[in-house]
């Protein structure tokens, strides 16, 4: 399913990712708000309203705790990957680089943080080093196995280590999930989408359109 990374490419294995995102999608929907009197604008899927991705505690790559609140007053996209991840991370903060930059001045109100999924191998330092290879505004966000476990849950987020010979590496969820600058969840978008179609959502809910 286009909304999981494909770091293999075993039949198998993407018939079962096919079956996990058509399930996510389909809760997604199934969550989505109860707005449906007029169709959204949104280029994403609509979520205001929606009853999960309700927020996180985690730790920033600095060393601070950080919930959702500590980014009030901005547009947040939360994206959950892995430094060591060879295509879908570096190519989703990539974009999300380029959407920042597609605000133009309104860039500023947008926050971008990036929660590991791979806490055993990222170190705060190397989720610093990364996020901010892309932007220097960017924060990578970890907690230790159980926490991550825990965020992951509450943003209905798929993770799974796969083995690679004598290391390993993960699938994931690859949506962005995007919230207004008064902290509640309102569009979640998804891996095959433009940086053009991330910033016409974010320009809708910055008030901007
Ligand atoms: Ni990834």
């Given at each position: 399913m286009a909304s999981l990374t494909q770091h293999q490419a075993m039949p198998r294995r993407a018939m079962i990712r096919t079956t996990a995102g058509a399930a996510l999608a389909l809760s997604l929907w199934s969550l989505a708000g109860c707005n449906n009197e007029k169709p959204s604008q949104f280029r994403g899927i609509d979520v205001s309203g929606a009853n999960y991705a309700k927020g996180f505690t985690l730790t920033d790559h600095d060393g601070s705790e950080r919930t959702l609140q500590d980014y009030a007053n901005k547009a947040v996209l939360i994206f959950f990957g892995f430094t060591q991840c060879p295509d879908v991370c570096p190519t989703a903060l990539a974009r999300a680089a380029e959407v920042k930059r597609l605000l133009g001045p309104d860039g500023d109100k947008l926050q971008v943080l990036f929660v590991?999924?791979?806490?055993?191998r990222d170190t705060p330092e190397m989720l610093k080093s990364y996020t901010q290879t892309f932007d220097p505004s960017f924060v990578g966000l970890y907690g230790d196995a159980e926490r991550?476990?825990?965020?992951?849950?509450?943003?209905?987020v798929y993770y799974k280590k796969v083995p690679t010979g004598s290391s390993y590496t993960l699938d994931h969820t690859a949506l962005s999930y995007v919230y207004d600058p008064q902290g509640k969840l309102r569009v979640v978008l998804r891996h095959e989408q433009t940086a053009e179609d991330y910033a016409a959502d974010l320009k809708l809910i910055l008030g901007n359109a």
């Open positions: 590991t999924v791979d806490p055993e991550i476990a825990e965020v992951a849950r509450e943003y209905k």
